[in-house]
């Protein structure tokens, strides 16, 4: 079952614009990861975010984690054309004991930067 | 380095016919795994392998068998495939299963008619 549920499920911005794109999720988790997608290509991961940490930077990423809403947000600043993709988030839930954790995704969101 | 390799690219099956995808990484993972992806539905797993010799079941693992003889193969066989079939089929790997980020191949477009 989809543990990751992205918002908006699509997204369109002019360059130069930012993007902010929404994760939320049912159960507790170990942590979050974002990745992202190009037109027939495989997932590139982007960034992970522990449970035990609110806000992380990765270039012109933000990642921001409230573990009481269980919500996460991507924030990506000065958007370029090339940030066109479809971006997943992926959570690792707390496993129970012996049991093996597994990453589920999202649906995905599809961001379109216009030139 | 080439990460994980997908073949073939491309594939049209007829119903009922078997055929293998196949997965191999030269990053020396321990983790490797099987999704598919279906418009609306995300990525869902199919099978993982946590070391050679070791595989276990995910989400949607009926049509597919897998097995793990090497740390770097990690094939995945449509029995007698089926039209529900028809997918995009990823790969993936990572170092472990422990806070682990994985690493895509770049898919199998797979048509059954």
């Known amino acids: 079952s989809q543990q990751g549920e992205e918002d908006p499920q699509a997204l369109s911005i002019q360059e130069g614009e930012n993007a902010t794109m929404n994760c939320s999720y049912k159960t507790s988790i170990n942590n979050l990861q974002w990745y992202r997608q190009n037109s027939g290509r495989g997932l590139v991961h982007l960034i992970l975010?522990?449970?035990?940490?609110r806000e992380k930077h990765s270039g012109r990423l933000r990642v921001t984690l409230d573990t009481s809403k269980k919500s996460s947000s991507l924030l990506i600043t000065a958007s370029r054309a090339a940030d066109t993709a479809s971006y997943f988030c992926a959570t690792d839930a707390l496993a129970q004991t012996g049991a093996n954790s597994k990453l589920t995704f999202g649906k995905g969101i599809t961001l379109s930067v216009r030139p | 380095n080439a990460g994980v390799t997908q073949t073939p690219k491309f594939q049209v099956l007829k119903t009922g016919q078997s055929m293998t995808l196949q997965c191999a990484q030269d990053m020396n993972h321990e983790y490797m795994s099987w999704y598919r992806q279906d418009p609306g539905m995300g990525l869902r797993l199919i099978h993982y392998s946590v070391g050679a010799g070791i595989t276990d079941q995910g989400e949607v693992p009926n049509g597919y068998n897998v097995s793990r003889s090497t740390t770097e193969d990690f094939p995945l066989r449509l029995l007698s495939a089926a039209p529900s079939q028809t997918s995009v089929y990823f790969c993936?790997?990572?170092?472990?299963?422990?806070?682990?980020?994985?690493?895509f191949g770049n898919g199998t477009r797979l048509t059954v008619t």
């Open positions: 993936a790997s990572s170092y472990s299963m422990s806070a682990y980020t994985l690493h």
């Open positions: 975010i522990r449970s035990n940490e």
